[in-house]
């Protein structure tokens, strides 16, 4: 990508996560959401980052997928998992996932 | 600028602008690999400003993906932006346009999460001018973190490897703050089993957000009374 392309593609970036931050706050009002669109909002983060989670440690079609006990980002996302889900700490999440996949890598590739 | 700036203020941003040096860090040595200077970096962390969503642009960038997929996808995994403004609307709705404009571009998961609690507390005084002054100085070291690691990146060796998985761990992360009941989970991993059953048919991050879609709707269906969380 280009220098201009990248100025480009940060607008575009601006325009589509600011639509999300403004609507309820300048043009909704204190008007309530439809009920479903409410109850759809409340699943899209879960929904989002296990997909992301999923593509980033697994891999996808195109690039083959990584089904493998030898998988050092499947395996260090366990330990990773774990703290999250006992501590809910951004900071100790990724201190462990980084340690857990150097540590990965130093002994077992 | 002391109704902006003043020692609860300070108080309460200081663990945002704490855990943003080591992530936004990172993001600016990402964004330093697939080609950003400190001009970009700050541009994309001032008009962003968005922790995932700048590292999924930038991964994005990265792999040569075009302009219009990598704004979709960051649309969409920044969509959750809108249940916040949502639930501060309650609080700063009588303030002036040019006021809530200014405050949705500052709505980011941290600050949320630290307004809403201080907004909630009856005695603590909170107010629009302290939550303004917080988001400011939360946005600022945002900024400066980015653009610290673009410049770290350029005058050090960084294994791309570790950076990247910086990222998983981070999603990991955030993931984990929505592990509220069984159904939440069960969404998320339905929505990873999608992503990857689709990424046969659709490249380009694509198969993320339409798993992201379907997955939620689902969600929507089964949800079956336990209804909209209060935060």
Redesign the interface.
């Given at each position: 990508m280009s220098y201009t392309d990248i100025l480009i593609c940060i607008f575009g970036l601006f325009c589509s996560s600011y639509i999300s931050r403004i609507l309820p706050l300048a043009v909704l009002g204190r008007r309530p959401l439809p009920t479903f669109l409410s109850l759809w909002l409340k699943y899209v983060p879960t929904a989002v980052f296990g997909a992301l989670i999923f593509v980033s440690v697994f891999g996808d079609a195109n690039s083959g997928f990584r089904f493998s006990w030898t998988n050092v980002e499947f395996l260090a996302a366990i330990p990773v998992l774990i703290v999250a889900a006992k501590t809910r700490n951004l900071a100790y999440s990724i201190i462990v996932g980084l340690a857990a996949y150097w540590l990965l890598n130093q002994y077992m590739c | 600028m002391g109704e902006y700036f003043n020692k609860q203020v300070f108080k309460a941003v200081w663990p945002i602008c704490f855990?943003y040096i080591?992530?936004g860090v990172a993001c600016g040595i990402l964004g330093e690999k697939v080609?950003?200077d400190a001009f970009?970096m700050a541009?994309?962390s001032i008009?962003?400003f968005?922790g995932?969503?700048q590292f999924?642009?930038l991964a994005m960038?990265g792999a040569?993906t075009a302009?219009?997929p990598?704004?979709?996808t960051?649309?969409?995994?920044?969509?959750?932006?809108?249940?916040y403004?949502?639930i501060?609307?309650?609080y700063?709705?009588k303030e002036s346009?040019l006021y809530?404009?200014i405050?949705?571009?500052e709505?980011v998961d941290e600050t949320f999460a630290v307004n809403s609690i201080e907004f909630q507390k009856r005695e603590s005084g909170w107010n629009p001018k302290k939550a303004a002054g917080l988001n400011f100085l939360a946005h600022m070291s945002w900024m400066l973190a980015t653009v610290a690691g673009v410049l770290l990146g350029s005058a050090v060796y960084i294994d791309t490897?570790?950076v990247?998985?910086?990222?998983?761990?981070?999603?990991?992360?955030?993931?984990?703050?929505?592990?509220k009941s069984a159904k939440?989970?069960g969404?998320?991993?339905?929505?990873?089993?999608?992503?990857?059953l689709l990424?046969?048919w659709l490249?380009n991050?694509l198969?993320?957000v339409v798993?992201?879609v379907v997955?939620?709707?689902?969600?929507?269906v089964i949800?079956n009374g336990e209804g909209?969380?209060k935060k």
């Open positions: - | 855990g080591p992530l080609g950003m970009l541009m994309m008009f962003l968005a995932s969503g999924i642009a960038i040569g302009i219009i990598i704004v979709i960051v649309g969409i995994v920044n969509l959750r932006h809108m249940l403004g949502l501060l609307n309650q700063i709705s346009l809530r404009m405050y949705a571009q709505i490897g570790l990247s998985y910086a990222l998983i761990a981070m999603f990991i992360g955030l993931w984990s703050f929505h592990f939440l989970v969404i998320g991993v339905l929505g990873g089993g999608l992503a990857l990424s046969l490249d991050m198969n993320v798993a992201t997955a939620a709707i689902i969600g929507a949800d909209v969380e």
